[in-house]
Nanobody, 117 residues
Framework: QVQLVESGGGLVEAGGSLRLSCAVS????????LGWYRQAPGNQRELVAI???????NYADSVRGRFTISRDNAWNTVYLQMDSLKPEDTAVYYCKLSAGGYMYTYWGQGTQVTVSS
C-alpha cells in the first residue's frame, strides 16, 4: 500500500524558509512524477511544483525562483525548499504521487504552512 507522509510544515515569519519532506513508500509501480500542491481556506487546491522521473521540474508562477523541488534517486523522499516565504503562501501543502504510467495517483495527508506578516 502506497504511503505518502509529509512533514516540515510550521509557522514562520515572512521572508523565512521552510523545507517540506514527502516520504514515499509502498509503490508497486514505476513512479512517474511527484507534485507538491497547496490549498488555502476557500481556495481550490493548486499545483505548486512537480518533478518527473526524468528530473524535469516545473513551478507555479507564484513560487518560481523562491521554491525548489528535489528528490533522492530512489524516490524515497521528495523535498520542497521554500525560501522568501510570503503570507500568501499560507496553506495546507500536499504531495501527490503519480505512478504506473500516470494511471495511479496517491495523496498524502497534508502539512500546514503558516507565514506571518
Amino acid at each position: 500500500q502506497v504511503q505518502l507522509v509529509e512533514s516540515g510544515g510550521g509557522l514562520v515569519e515572512a521572508g523565512g524558509s521552510l523545507r517540506l519532506s514527502c516520504a514515499v513508500s509502498g509503490s508497486r509501480f514505476s513512479i512517474n512524477a511527484l507534485g507538491w500542491y497547496r490549498q488555502a481556506p476557500g481556495n481550490q487546491r493548486e499545483l505548486v511544483a512537480i518533478i518527473t522521473s526524468g528530473g524535469i521540474t516545473n513551478y507555479a508562477d507564484s513560487v518560481r525562483g523562491r521554491f525548489t523541488i528535489s528528490r533522492d534517486n530512489a524516490w524515497n523522499t521528495v523535498y520542497l525548499q521554500m525560501d522568501s516565504l510570503k503570507p500568501e503562501d499560507t496553506a495546507v501543502y500536499y504531495c501527490k504521487l503519480s505512478a504506473g504510467g500516470y494511471m495511479y495517483t496517491y495523496w498524502g495527508q497534508g502539512t500546514q504552512v503558516t507565514v506571518s506578516s
